[in-house]
């Protein structure tokens, strides 16, 4: 079975310092990687997806994420954390299942503080 | 675009009341989705849909029921509240073969007491 793991809870960050939020997959076949960010009291919001092709993806907000197979890795980073970025962060994963169709395995979460 | 959106944001229920969370999207996605988060777990399936009048179960469906009548509306039913399902409930929707994204209403956040 497809899964995701995120193996830290908590990541703080001085502002104005780079920061990498950690993920970790295991899939069979070709993976399909999101990652999603949360702010209280609010729904997931997407962030980018790597699909195929450059290893290196950039999103929303300034975030990018690097797609490294032999490490199954699929890491977020920024090059300049700002306090507004302080939120939790999910990765997350496309499974295949019956019939053709598709759901997604979500990470635990990781709570980003970046630190005025 | 009003994207989801759920009602209510908040609901207390006492044990073994019943209730219908809602669920709306107006960008005519074909897939939708019902997770639940609990502090520290992420999100757990509890049913999708992949087109109006097509369901089935996710990860933890128990003391649930759905139903897709429309495109654009995908309800959550739990009849029999029990305290286990205090949770903060999210609806989410995407458009094709699982390499788009999902996009998410703002949640209810329900209390079982």
């Known amino acids: 079975a497809q899964s995701v793991a995120q193996p830290e809870d908590q990541v703080n960050v001085a502002e104005g310092n780079p920061l990498t939020v950690k993920c970790t997959y295991s899939v069979s076949g070709n993976p399909y990687l999101f990652w999603y960010v949360q702010y209280p009291n609010r729904g997931l919001q997407f962030l980018l997806k790597?699909?195929?092709?450059?290893?290196l993806v950039k999103g929303s907000y300034g975030f990018e994420a690097e797609f490294n197979k032999s490490q199954t890795s699929f890491h977020l980073k920024k090059p300049s954390a700002l306090v507004s970025d302080s939120a939790l962060y999910f990765c997350?994963?496309?499974?295949?299942?019956?019939?053709?169709?598709?759901?997604?395995?979500f990470g635990t979460g990781t709570r980003l503080k970046v630190l005025a | 675009n009003a994207g989801v959106t759920q009602t209510p944001k908040f609901r207390i229920l006492k044990i073994g009341q019943s209730m219908t969370l809602q669920c709306t999207q107006d960008m005519n996605h074909n897939y939708m989705y019902w997770y639940r988060q609990d502090p520290g777990m992420g999100l757990k399936l509890i049913y999708y849909s992949v087109g109006a009048g097509i369901t089935d179960k996710g990860e933890v469906p128990n003391g649930y029921n759905v139903s897709r009548s429309t495109t654009e509306d995908f309800p959550l039913r739990l009849e029999l509240a029990a305290p286990s399902q205090t949770s903060v409930y999210f609806c989410?929707?995407?458009f094709g073969q699982g390499n788009q994204p999902q996009h998410f209403g703002d949640g209810t956040r329900l209390s079982i007491l």
């Open positions: 790597y699909i195929t092709g450059d290893n």
């Open positions: 989410a929707s995407s």
């Open positions: 997350a994963v496309r499974d295949r299942i019956a019939g053709g169709t598709y759901k997604y395995i």
